[in-house]
């Protein structure tokens, strides 16, 4: 790992002013944009560690990291170093030829997991179709089981499997064959049957504001499946890679899925999506089931394998795990703060009289904190896992003068 102290991390060299100012950028986008974003006023033009420039030069403290994207800081000189070096030398050739780096990550991801084998996705929405198909492949039909309060993605099956009034409702009709249950042991075990293709769920849900789900639930899903030949589908896009201080999140509890998908912050920043499988199911796609034409690019696979060499790192989690503990306890005392959950630097707070959203606008223009809000009462903390022990008290003393303001 770097040193602290770094210019990346200490953020010397500031953003250069952008010659648009913030009103030119909103009229631009009213004009050209399709409307689908809620933006905050805000361009960012510049990051290195923790931190981030906006197009005025201003400072801030980034607690949100593109919402788990940036789990090794702006611009990694490791991420920087590998994706330069790699689209000097070839950007693009696609899938009907061999490339070393997506089989070197390849052989990383299902080596320090499942052990199985890996289908490059662009994006976790399509890591989570890819594990869907070949969860129904392998049981020639059958239905998926999702949970409430369960995020997988946009596409049409990871949403069909995302039980969310406000996401589904407009885009009716769905994928059939999708039944989605309360996130316990007794609902999961009722609703699998031998017609169930694949249970699929995240250990730490993260989108509805980070709940983790407990290890009988986690176990009643591999015994329902295991029960009624179905693979459990562990979506680790946003719990995965570190974020709750072990590499995977299903470590932590050992149960162990069928498949599991990882996306966010795989490439540092650049769009990749993985389907990891277990040993049983790795056979199951056979060629022209399923494919991308960017999915595993040499560029984004690169960057990939230079996370992981900083991300499994026992030091990096422990970490990681000692800061995450050190942020709950410490925001629970915070004023006006209900309750706190989370695992490792993936925590979510109650505000006891709501407000997230507008503390979230606050925070960028008072404190110079970049915050998430996930509902009307639910701040999320996603900062990146190589904060050290005064960021997460410079994001503490933020948080406690605009919580007592
Ligand atoms: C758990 C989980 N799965 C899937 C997705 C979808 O990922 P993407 O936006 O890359 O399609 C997300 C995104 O927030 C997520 O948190």
Redesign the pocket.
């Known amino acids: 790992m770097r040193p602290h102290g770094s210019s990346w991390h200490s953020g010397a060299n500031p953003a250069e002013p952008r010659g648009r100012s913030l009103t030119d950028l909103q009229a631009l986008e009213r004009d050209h944009l399709v409307p689908a974003y809620a933006r905050l006023p805000v361009e960012f033009v510049r990051g290195a560690g923790a931190l981030l420039w906006d197009a005025e030069g201003n400072e801030y403290l980034d607690f949100q990291t593109g ?2 994207v940036n789990s090794l800081g702006h611009c990694h000189p490791a991420v920087v170093e590998a994706i330069r070096e790699q689209a000097e030398r070839l950007i693009h050739v696609g899938n009907l030829f061999y490339s070393e780096p997506s089989l070197a990550l390849a052989k990383r991801l299902a080596e320090s997991s499942l052990g199985g084998k890996v289908h490059f996705a ?7 179709e890819a594990a869907l198909k070949l969860a129904r492949k392998a049981k020639q039909q059958g239905t998926i089981v999702s949970v409430h309060r ?6 049409y099956g ?1 949403l069909s499997a995302t039980p969310q009034e406000s996401k589904q409702a407009p885009f009716a009709p769905l994928v059939p064959g999708f039944v989605s249950v309360d996130p316990t042991a007794d609902a999961i075990a009722g609703a699998v049957d031998d017609r169930t293709a694949a249970v699929i769920l ?1 250990p730490v ?3 509805s504001g980070v709940y983790v789900l407990g290890d009988d639930v986690l176990r009643a899903a591999r015994e329902a499946c295991d029960a009624h030949g179905a693979a459990l589908i562990f ?5 995965g890679l570190g974020r709750t201080g072990t590499l995977w999140a299903y470590q932590r509890s050992g149960v162990v899925p069928d498949l599991m ?1 990882v ?2 912050a795989l490439g540092g920043g650049l ?1 990749i ?1 993985a389907l990891v499988t277990g040993e049983r199911m790795a056979d199951v796609f056979a060629a022209g089931d399923h494919g991308s034409t960017f999915a595993g690019g040499p560029v984004q696979c690169a960057a990939g394998l230079a996370v992981l060499d900083v991300v499994d790192d026992e030091t990096l989690l422990a970490r990681v795990r000692e800061l995450g503990e050190h942020l709950r306890h410490a925001v629970a005392e915070l004023p006006g703060v209900g309750e706190v959950r989370g695992r490792g630097l993936m925590i979510a707070f109650e505000l006891v009289d709501g407000g997230a959203p507008e503390l979230v606008t606050r925070g960028l223009a008072e404190e110079r904190i970049v915050l998430n809000a996930t509902g009307p009462t639910t701040v999320r903390l996603l900062p990146p896992l190589v904060i050290d022990r005064a960021q997460a008290d410079d994001a503490l003393q933020r948080l406690g003068r605009l919580l007592e303001a």
Do not use: I, M, W, Y
Request: negative net charge; aromatic residues 4%.
């Open positions: 919402l788990a662009n994006s976790g929405t399509e890591a989570n369960g995020f997988h993605g946009r596409t990871s995240e849900q993260g989108e979506d680790e896009v946003q719990c998908t996306a966010k769009p999506g």
